[in-house]
């Protein structure tokens, strides 16, 4: 087998810090975008599922990319992809400001942002990650990761709420544009490729013989079929949970409040799951995560609303916000190997956002067709149901074609 080009090995919290820090930026930029409906709508004058169809686009376009930025990024390293999502991001972000009607803002926040997003955060770091961390403490270091997802969602959401308050929204994305083109210092953390102690040896196995073997493997289309729910969740709360509250009357104030709580809390849920992840099955983490989702979402439509319960329900959430990433991840790493790692989460994420695109666009159009979000809601509980079910009968165990290097 040909030895892949090596860089000099990097220290493994170096590595860590680096992708942490650039998914803090991606991510939370990115989860501040639902706050940008209320003054955009009015200014380019577009409804809500048109705005709702810009991050439908973004997110769907995050997923059908990623498999193929992922397997660049396991044959060239994670530094250059970086690199260029990076600015691609913060292209799609000045674009944006410069929107005037529905299109020019599915092209910028949805075509350029979706396509950015796929460089610069979880799948592409997690693959660096994963080739400097050894097999037993890998779910903790993909945990401490996604836990910079929700720093960033914490310290950038109440920020972006705060700039859009004072300079409005054409400032604020050129603000946000300049976050993300860190990115791109941050990618010198990640680059070059390195066979550490994560490694494992394949006979000869090229990219479309991963694709081939995963593609026989039950269950990893059952984590696909997981990962489609996660990303329903994300996407429906994220976009459109701040105007269902300023809809019930608490002020479109609160949305940033309750985003800013679910990015505090994950960063403790995240780390919590990534560490579970290590001593306990991941798939039965998982099954559990999904059921406790859908007991939430239950608890919050059926209890009286108020700003107390909206924060409530926003800490729970926020605990099981991301915890999916670390664990199904690690169950990709721990089936196939990180040979193909990047390539073979990629697919995985794609369900992801194909779920995302659902939930942040079909919960527009029901809101437009009947004025509510109860549907939307109804959906998102029998969806984590779902998911956790799917997870109990994978099996999760390595295939029998890899040895320890």
């Keep these: 087998m040909n030895s892949p080009q090596t860089s000099p090995m990097k220290s493994p919290w170096v590595v860590i810090a680096c992708a942490a820090f650039i998914v803090t930026l991606a991510m939370g930029v990115r989860q501040s975008f639902g706050l940008f409906l209320p003054q955009m709508s009015v200014d380019i004058g577009i409804s809500r599922s048109d705005f709702g169809l810009a991050m439908a686009l973004q997110n769907l376009l995050f997923g059908l990319v990623q498999p193929f930025v992922g397997a660049l990024a396991d044959k060239h390293g994670a530094g250059r992809v970086v690199l260029g999502g990076a600015l691609l991001y913060a292209a799609g972000l000045v674009g944006a400001a410069f929107a005037t009607d529905a299109i020019g ?42 836990a910079g ?62 694709l081939r073997e995963a593609a026989a493997h039950r269950g990893y289309w059952l984590l696909n079929a997981g990962f ?109 190997g990180i040979r193909h790692l990047s390539m073979l989460y990629g697919i995985v994420f794609l369900s992801h956002q194909v779920g995302s695109f659902f939930g942040a666009w079909m919960a527009g159009l029901i809101f437009d067709a009947t004025g509510s979000y109860d549907i939307a809601w109804g959906f998102a509980i029998a969806l984590g149901l779902f998911a956790g079910l799917v997870h109990l009968p994978i099996a999760d165990a390595p295939v029998r074609r890899l040895q320890p290097a």
């Design 149 to 210: 997802g929700s720093l960033g969602q914490f310290l950038v959401v109440p920020l972006a709420s705060m700039l859009l308050g004072d300079i409005g929204y054409h400032q604020t994305l050129w603000i946000m544009a300049g976050l993300v083109a860190l990115c791109g210092l941050l990618a010198i953390g990640v680059a070059g490729r390195t066979d550490g102690p994560g490694t494992l040896a394949v006979e000869e196995q090229t990219a479309r013989e991963a």
């Design 105 to 146: 803002l599915h092209i910028s926040f949805g075509l350029l942002i979706g396509m950015a997003q796929s460089a610069t955060t979880f799948v592409v770091v997690l693959g660096a990650v994963g080739r400097v961390v050894s097999p037993e403490k890998r779910s903790s270091a993909f945990g401490i990761v996604t």
């Design 228 to 336: 489609f729910v996660c990303g329903f969740h994300i996407a429906f709360i994220a976009t459109h949970l701040p105007s269902y509250l300023d809809d019930k009357g608490l002020g479109i104030g609160i949305g940033a409040q309750v985003l800013a709580l679910v990015g505090l809390f994950n960063i403790l849920g995240s780390y919590v799951f990534g560490r579970a992840g290590d001593f306990l099955r991941q798939k039965y983490v998982l099954s559990a995560l999904y059921t406790a989702r859908s007991a939430v979402i239950a608890l919050f439509l059926f209890l009286p609303l108020s700003h107390a319960s909206a924060l409530v329900f926003a800490g729970a959430m926020g605990f099981l916000w991301l915890g999916t990433v670390p664990l199904t991840s690690g169950i990709v790493g721990r089936i196939f």
